[in-house]
């Protein structure tokens, strides 16, 4: 990989896609922010080239055409509605920019996916048993956006994932490792995902492998407790 990548970054108005074209351009890459609702103006980040598509409908060749590699931070946030019937975002949202991928010679890509797919031994029992299975269907559409990924030929793919994520300032301190999250750690910032998916891209790490993303946090910011009071804000925004 060359020092100045040009990236196209889909879900490029979330909170992880916002911090991560902040650092791409920071580092002197040339970024194309894709988005279904772009940012108001005011909201946008200086010196990226936004564009306005929707994965699901539009083509997505021409958007991405010229660019090194693509990183998507699609995602879905998780209420009572998209936890019984998620939108497909991660299957077939993530398998058309792929498409686009083959028809404009690109074949590199990193992907946000969770560490929850697979079974966490760092992860507290509270959790495990009460918030994964209300996942299970988000989690679902994540394991077979990765299938998809390992089945594509010639592909190089990173499918990141993050631990229960977390907006707190950038730590530098996240750790990363094969599949499962280290000891001790359950939760991912945000920021120290951003700036490990930009990471993997420069660097060519983690080719083809899914690497667990978190660091330890304070337990005001990962008890039980904590997680209750984030839940209740979620679910009481979607319900005003």
Known sequence: MTDNLTLAVFGAGGKTGTLLLERAVRSGHRVRGLEHHLPTHANRIADVDYIQCDVLNDDLADAIQGCDAVISTLGVSFTP?????????????????????????????AVISAAFVDEQPSVPSWFR????????????????????????????????????????????????RARTLPPDCFRCRHSDLAAFLLDVIESAKWINEKPAVGKPEAEDDEGVLALRKELESMFASVSR
Request: net charge negative; no cysteine; glycine share 6%.
């Open 81 to 109: 509605s998209t936890a019984i019937d998620p939108p497909p975002l991660y299957t077939d949202g993530t398998h058309r920019i792929v498409e686009a991928m083959s028809k404009t010679n690109i074949d590199r890509i």
């Open 129 to 176: 048993l009460t918030v994964v299975p209300a996942l299970s269907n988000i989690l679902e559409h994540m394991r077979a956006m990765e299938r998809m990924l390992e089945a594509e030929p010639g592909l190089r793919w990173t499918a990141a994932r993050p631990g229960w994520l977390i907006d707190l300032p950038y730590s530098g301190e996240a750790q990363a």
